[in-house]
């Protein structure tokens, strides 16, 4: 066969296409206009999707004003642990060892009662925001369904598990004010 048909009947094809889509010009997606990236794939940071939305930045509030109460229960209770072993110390020339040894013990077991309670009211606290950013994730995901729906996209991954994407799959910034607008801080959702 001739090089130059079989060439020309490679490039037949081809041009046909370039024709065609010059004479259809740009069409925007519908993603597009939704202020969707047009991607196969997009990403999303869930650590930024919480700590931005309304509703994370109320759970966060809350929770870093509890911590505080905490901390400042906690140097109360470790200034009264201290005024109190000062006490116990100053005493001790005054007892019998025994007598000094029971109430040592005694107070051992009072400052590993405040430090057991002192860290389950941490873990609460924890567990807590845990608990508030699962809530907030079940709320969410019905708009990050719609976003891919609209989007035409087959998934959202974890932008920080990418090991290279552009920016411009990143949805999270339309999926905080998406979620404001559906659900705001959430405080009569939970």
């Known amino acids: 066969m001739d090089m130059r048909l079989l060439r020309n009947l490679r490039q037949g094809p081809l041009r046909a296409l370039c024709v065609f889509l010059a004479l259809i010009g740009p069409v925007p997606a519908l993603s597009q206009q939704l202020g969707l990236p047009d991607a196969a794939i997009l990403t ?9 939305s309304a509703f994370g930045r ?3 509030d809350e929770i870093e004003s509890e911590g505080a109460e905490l901390a400042a229960e906690n140097e109360r209770i470790v200034a009264d642990l201290s005024r109190e072993e000062k006490e116990l110390t100053e005493q001790r020339a005054e007892m019998t060892p025994e007598e000094f040894r029971e109430l040592a013990d005694a107070f051992d077991r009072k400052v590993q009662s405040h430090r057991e309670g002192q860290r389950a009211k941490l873990e609460a606290l924890g567990a807590r925001g845990d608990e508030a950013r699962g809530v907030f994730l079940r709320l969410a995901r019905p708009i990050l369904v719609d976003l891919l729906r609209e989007s035409g996209a087959g998934v959202i991954l974890e932008r920080s598990s990418v090991f290279l994407s552009s920016d411009a799959t990143d949805i999270t910034d339309i999926a905080i004010a998406r979620i404001d607008a559906e659900i705001g801080d959430g405080k009569d959702l939970e």
């Open 58 to 60: 109320r759970v966060i």
């Open 44 to 52: 999303i940071s869930s650590d930024r999707l919480f700590a931005g």
